[in-house]
DNA sequence: ACCGTTCGCGGACACGTGTCCGCGTCAATA
DNA sequence: TATTGACGCGGACACGTGTCCGCGAACGGT
C-alpha cells in the first residue's frame, strides 16, 4: 500500500554534535562509535547506528578528510567514453577499485584542459590517479610532472612511450605478430592494412609487429603488403574503414587479407567487400583488434585481437595501491600484458589463384 | 633533447602559509587571490599566479568546502557501464556538466550497495543526484527518500514510474508507435516482438505503444502478434536475440516483421533469419531501439529509433541545475522526451504471398 | 613637511571532525 | 558499606581555509 510517502521531514542534521543530541549521547562518544574505537556499551553502539539508519545522517566527509583521514579515493583521467574497450576498461577498474574501499573520481579530459583536472584532483587530496585512452603526450607529460612533484603516484594504461611515466599497456607488438602469423598460416601473402599507417604511438608499435612477423617468414614486408592513404577526415571508423577498403578494391592488384587497426575498421572494410561482391572468407580475409562486442554480431564474425583487459586492470591496480604509502620511485614502472587471438568467421584459407 | 627528466623536486607544499612565504606574501593575501576579491594590486595577483603555475600548488579543497565553499559536485549513480545508451547519456551529462562548472562524481551501484553510495555522495556534501539507467524500483525509492531528507535534489533518467522521483525519461510507447506505423505503412500486419514480453518497467511502455499503434488501425494485437518466450538465461542481448528469432522461424506461420527490444536484439534476429536463408527485408523486415552505432554497421543496416539523447541530457542538466538554490519540490517533475525513427536497410515492403 | 590614499600584513574567528584526557556516574564486587 | 572497574561526558586542540578588521608602510600631491 501507498502509505509512507512522506520521506522522512527534512532532518537537517548538519553534524554530529546535533545527530546526537537527540540520541542522547555526547558528539565525541557518536564519533568514537563511527570510528570504531574500542571501550563502547554494545548498547551504545546500536543505539547510534539505529539513529545513523533512521534519519540518514551522513558526516561531513571534508571535515574528516581535513582530520586527515584518507579519502580513499583515485582519479581517473578518461580521454573521452565513447571508446568501448577505454569504457570497459573504466568499469573494470571502477570494480576492482571500490572492491578495496576506494572511491573513484571519474573526469573526462577534454584537450587542453587536463591542467585544470589534474589540479582539481589534487585539490581533493586524491591518492593516486590513473589516466585511460590516448592523449597529447606534452600534456601527460607535464601532468605527470605535477603529480610528481606534489607526490601523488600515478599510471597511465594503455599509452606506451610516454616518458617518466608508470605504464601498462597491451603488447600491441605482439597483437600484431598473432594476428599475421594467423593469416600467414593460411597462406596469405598479401595484405592491406587499414588504418595503420600514421598517427599515435599506439599504431608505430603495430606496424613493428607486422614487419617483424613478415621478415620471420622471409617475406620483404613493403613488397607484401598495400597501405591505403585515406585523406579524408576520419569522422567514424566504421566510414572510414569502408572507404579504405574501396581504394585497395580499386586496385589492379587486390590483396587476399585485409588487416584493420580496429574491429570497426574492419567491419567497415567487410562492408565493403561485401558492396562489391567480394565474399568474405572464401574471397579475402578480414581481422580486426580489440574483440569488442560487435566483432560477435557480425556476417561473418570477425577474426580479432582480445586485450585481456581484466589481466590489464588488476595487474594496474594491484600495482597502484601497491604505492600508496610508499616514496615515489625515481625509475618508472612499465609493464606489457599479451594479447590473445580470437579465431572467428572472417579469415579463411587464401585463396590459391 | 631529453635534458630536463627531473620533475620539479617535490615541493611538498602542504597549505597556503608555507606557499605563501617564498612568494613574499601573507597567507590572507593569497586567498583573496585565490578567490578574486578586489582591491589587489595587479603585480600582486602576477607574482601569485605564476608561482601557482610553477610549483603546482592546489589548495585543500576539503578545507575550503568545510568552510562553506560549494562544491560544484554533481553525483552520479550509474546501474553499470555495460549499456551503450547509458554510457553515452553519461559522457554528455558529463560534458555539459562540466561545462556550466560543476564535477561530477561517478558511481557504479551494484544492487545492494546503493545506500553506501547515496551516503558517501551526501558526506561529500554534493549538490544533486542524478540516477543513470534502470534499478530495482524500492532500493532507489528508498535512496530517493533519503536525499529528500536530507534537502539534497535528485533526478532519474530513464526509468519512469517511480514514486517521488523526478525524472527525466524516454517515450518508450512512442517509439514503439512509430516503429509499429512505420511496419503497417510498409503493409506489415503479423510482428513478432523479441523480447519485449516481461521484465522491467520500461517494457510495459513499449508493449503499450505496440497495442496502441495497432489498435488505432483497427488491427487485434493478440491476433497479429508473436511473443516468443525464450526461458534460457538471458547473458547478452546477441544471443537472446537469435535465439528468439530461431524460436520464431521454427513456427509454421511466420511473421513478416521482427521488431526487437533493442539493436543488438535485432541483429541477433537479423543473424538468425540470415541463418536461416531468409532474406532481409525482401522476406522479412527487422527493427531495433536505441540507434547505437552498430545499427549502422551491419548489412543491412537497421531500422531504428534514436533516443534524442541530447535533448535528454540537457533537459535533464538544464533542470536539475535549476533547482539548486531552491527549496525542494513536493510534486515530482516529470518530463517524457520524444523519439526519432531512423530508416535503415532492414525494413522493406512487407512480402506480399 | 603634512595629509590622504592605496594596499599588504597578520591576528582572530569559524567551519565539522578526530582524538586525548580528566572527571563524574553507575553498577558490580569485596 | 566501601572499593573498583566500565563507560559516557565534555572541554580542548588541531586540521587548512575564507573573511573581517585594525594597523602600518609606501607613495603621490599639496
Redesign the interface.
Known sequence: M?AR?Q??????IRNTAEFARPVGLARTTVSRVLNGQPGLDPRTIERVQRALAE??F?????????KGKRTATIGICME???T?TA??K??ML??VL?ARGF??????L?PGAGREVV??F????VEAVVFIGHFVPEEIEAR???L????TPHLVIDHLGL??ANTVSLDRAAGMVAVMEHLLDLGHRSFALLGLSKGPVSRHDRMRGVRAALEARGLDADACTVVPDYLHERR?D?DYGRNLARSVLARAARPTAYVGYND?IA??AL?AL?EAGVRVPRDASVTGFNHQ??S????PSVTTIDQNIETTVTTAADWLLGQLGQP?RSRPFVRTIPPRLVVGESTGPARSG
Chains 1, 2 share one sequence.
Open positions: 501507498p510517502r520521506p522522512l521531514p527534512p532532518s537537517g534519519t540518514g551522513a558526516p561531513n566527509a571534508h571535515a574528516m578528510h581535513l573521452d567514453l565513447a568501448p569504457v570497459s573504466l568499469a571502477q570494480r571500490r572511491a573513484s573520481l571519474i573526469e573526462v577534454p589540479r582539481h589534487l585539490s581533493l587530496r605527470i610532472a605535477e610528481g612533484a606534489n607526490g616518458r617518466g567514424n566504421f570497426e567491419i567497415g562492408r561485401q562486442e560487435i560477435r554480431m557480425t556476417v615515489l
